[in-house]
């Protein structure tokens, strides 16, 4: 499986992370096959069950990770990223969040602990504290982006 190359902590930027840049999250993209989307939810109405149901329809093998939910478009829901990468049947490529930035940290903690490759924070979620975890433990970073829209880019370019 190919594997997008671990970044560097801090850069020229003055950002205190390195995140994925575009050509990177397009390598991503094209080569990711599991995405646990964390606080997916079931109601029609959230973006979260928007951006997994393109996940889903863009080809992606994707699983609902939210305690409070059972079931987020046909695809049953677990509680923990160890629950999502047994359920994936294999590495978690990206980890989804749909979280508020203050409870992203743990989120960050729990995907290194799986060996995720992405920690993947969506639009409008942002903790720099979670992406230096992530980045620390080996993980690709990007913040404050939508993988629904990131897809939608890919695949026009």
Do not use: H
């Amino acid at each position: 499986m190919n594997r997008v190359p671990p970044m560097n902590t801090g850069d020229s930027s003055g950002q205190p992370v390195s995140l994925l840049d575009d050509a990177r999250i397009v390598e991503l993209l094209r080569t990711a096959q599991r995405i646990a989307v964390v606080g997916a939810s079931s109601n029609p109405a959230r973006p979260s069950n928007g951006v997994f149901r393109a996940l889903v329809r863009a080809g992606y093998k994707c699983v609902p990770v939210n305690p409070n939910e059972n079931v987020v478009e046909g695809v049953a829901a677990v509680t923990t990223l160890a629950e999502a990468e047994i359920a994936l049947g294999g590495r978690i490529d990206i980890v989804d969040v749909f979280r508020r930035p203050e409870l992203t940290e743990g989120i960050a903690r729990e995907a290194v602990a799986v060996g995720a490759r992405t920690l993947w924070l969506q639009l409008g979620v942002v903790n720099w504290e979670a992406a230096r975890i992530a980045a620390e433990g080996g993980l690709a970073v990007v913040m404050n982006r939508c993988t629904a829209i990131e897809i939608r880019r890919v695949g026009s370019g």
